[in-house]
């Protein structure tokens, strides 16, 4: 975990990852980040602590973080995805404009395990304005 953290800064000067922290009264109550950048597009994901969960941190700080890809690093494109068994994260995804593409089985490194992944893809192009 310690070489995750001591890797962000070059990632953000590498512009191939950008973390950020989501804290509430001084707390860290979750992260949202950008990573695997490449050719234009990256993966957007996002983590909360449980007693945060269904009071709209995800969907505010994701909003933002989304914004920051298209209009700061000028990416062109975002993947995401979530646990099929984690539907609440499939509806913030909507709400940002992710199209659905398929499922796919993936590693969880915070479940330790593999999991059947809900996979979804947001263009550019496909954004509203604001």
């Excluded at 953290?5 to 109550?29: K, P, S, Y």
């Excluded at 969907?59 to 646990?83: C, I, P, Q």
């Amino acid at each position: 975990m310690t070489t995750w953290f001591c890797e962000h800064q070059t990632e953000w000067q590498d512009g191939t990852a950008f973390r950020f922290a989501v804290l509430q009264n001084g707390r860290m109550i979750g992260l949202v980040d950008l990573d695997q950048i490449s050719d234009g597009k990256g993966d957007l994901g996002y983590w909360f602590d449980e007693s945060c969960w269904g009071r709209g941190f995800a969907l505010e700080s994701a909003s933002v973080v989304v914004r920051f890809a298209f209009e700061e690093v000028h990416l062109n494109g975002l993947r995401s995805g979530h646990a099929v068994d984690n539907p609440a994260s499939g509806r913030v995804l909507s709400k940002l404009g992710f199209r659905h593409t398929g499922e796919v089985m993936v590693r969880s490194r915070s479940r330790g395990a593999s999991i059947l992944q809900r996979r979804y893809r947001l263009e550019l192009q496909d954004r509203s304005p604001g």
